[in-house]
């Protein structure tokens, strides 16, 4: 059988896929370019968006809110650890647990480039008006939630 010839079905889930991977690619591009300038990766800026806006957190709380591996945020929080950006911080309830929080110089940085980093996505996303922006919202968290509260499709299921 021809992978092409799936139901109706398939071949928009398949064409939503595509579509949602080009806007994500498009729409990073824009930021990537912002942050890059700065000396840092994207990686690095969500971190520090998040100690920015939540505060200091545990390590794996930091790696869930921006989806990294676990070996992953140990090596992005110690590019930041030597840039000066960012602390470790002991946790007194738990000596193995690790706090990363932003050095003065960290907070000084992600204030002065935040609002940039917001106009840039502003302009990468100014190809929806208001309420599509927050119907897009809507439907991607809808989605998202049923896709991660499901289980991988397994073949022998049919």
């Not at 700065?38 to 809110?65: D, N, S, W």
Request: proline residues 4%; neutral net charge.
């Amino acid at each position: 059988m021809d992978p092409r010839d799936g139901n109706e079905e398939q071949g928009i889930a398949l064409k939503l896929w595509v579509v949602l991977s080009r806007a994500h690619a498009a729409i990073e591009a824009h930021a990537a370019e912002q942050v890059t300038r700065r000396g840092l990766t994207l990686a690095e800026f969500g971190i520090m968006e998040a100690l920015f806006h939540r505060g200091p957190m545990l390590l794996g709380e930091v790696q869930r809110r921006i989806l990294v591996s676990s070996g992953g945020i140990t090596y992005l929080v110690d590019r930041l650890v030597g840039k000066g950006l960012v602390e470790r911080r002991e946790c007194p309830e738990d000596r193995r647990a690790r706090y990363a929080a932003l050095t003065s110089k960290g907070e000084a940085l992600i204030r002065e480039i935040f609002p940039e980093h917001a106009r840039y996505l502003e302009h990468a996303l100014a190809g929806l008006d208001a309420g599509e922006k927050r119907e897009a919202v809507r439907l991607l968290r809808t989605l998202g939630r049923h896709a991660a509260e499901t289980r991988p499709f397994t073949p022998d299921e049919g």
